[in-house]
Nanobody, 110 residues
Framework: QVQLVESGGGSVQTGGSLKLSCAAS??????MGWYRQGPGKQREFVAS???????SYADSVKGRFTISSDNAKNTVYLQMNTLKPEDTAVYYC??????WGQGTQVTISS
């Protein structure tokens, strides 16, 4: 039984920072990722990391967000800096083949 539990969301002002965590259980994953869904928008890719440490980012977050992982804890993190109102969304952790966490709300006020 795969379980993904996200934490770390909240509300901050523009320019602030937040760090999200996603603890995975039930398997060892070759890749873990973060997605987000803003108000009235489709869910979109944010970042991913392989268990070898290879990372990938959406253009909209490059240079501001950093994904990292602790393989021993099967946990992935998303450090979000210089946050903007357009980063407001529900952030989801995901692992293949199609497992999703419950989501954590991130709200950025101007």
């Amino acid at each position: 039984q795969v379980q993904l539990v996200e934490s770390g969301g909240g509300s901050v002002q523009t320019g602030g920072s937040l760090k999200l965590s996603c603890a995975a259980s039930g398997s060892i994953f070759s890749i873990m990722g973060w997605y987000r869904q803003g108000p009235g928008k489709q869910r979109e890719f944010v970042a991913s990391i392989t268990n070898g440490g290879r990372t990938s980012y959406a253009d909209s977050v490059k240079g501001r967000f950093t994904i990292s992982s602790d393989n021993a804890k099967n946990t992935v993190y998303l450090q979000m800096n210089t946050l903007k109102p357009e980063d407001t969304a529900v952030y989801y952790c995901s692992v293949p083949p199609g497992y999703w966490g419950q989501g954590t709300q991130v709200t950025i006020s101007s």
